[in-house]
Nanobody, 126 residues
Framework: QVQLVESGGGSVQAGGSLRLSCGAS????????MGWFRQTPGNEREEVAA???????RQLSSVSARFTISKDNAKNTLYLQMNSLKSEDTATYYC????????????????????WGRGTHVTVSP
């Protein structure tokens, strides 16, 4: 059974850093397409970063210089390193996955992902 468990959220002042983790079970992250999404009340979930089976990655333009997505195959975990956090980064962050995924990054979108975590909340104060 596929399971994703996020951790690492919390409260931080603007300019600070957090690292979100997504522990995966029931599949191997090395073969999966994975992503981080975030959502605030009243708004749609938006993709923050995604990584395909080959390790190619992308970030939302507003976070590209500050956030980095990565996989640790040995720990079967997905990470999102978030630096220089801003108040507008406040949201609930969700991990998503599609196991055994050969979709290249250029065609990866939210509809590809079929497993989701419950989310971890990040609050950035001014």
């Amino acid at each position: 059974q596929v399971q994703l468990v996020e951790s690492g959220g919390g409260s931080v002042q603007a300019g600070g850093s957090l690292r979100l983790s997504c522990g995966a079970s029931g599949f191997i992250v090395d073969r999966a397409c994975m992503g981080w999404f975030r959502q605030t009340p009243g708004n749609e979930r938006e993709e923050v970063a995604a990584i395909d089976f080959g390790g190619a990655a992308r970030q939302l333009s507003s976070v590209s210089a500050r956030f980095t997505i990565s996989k640790d195959n040995a720990k079967n975990t997905l990470y999102l390193q978030m630096n220089s956090l801003k108040s507008e980064d406040t949201a609930t962050y969700y991990c998503a996955a599609k196991e055994i995924c050969y979709t290249p990054l250029s065609r990866l979108n939210v509809r590809v992902f079929d497993s989701w975590g419950r989310g971890t909340h990040v609050t950035v104060s001014p």
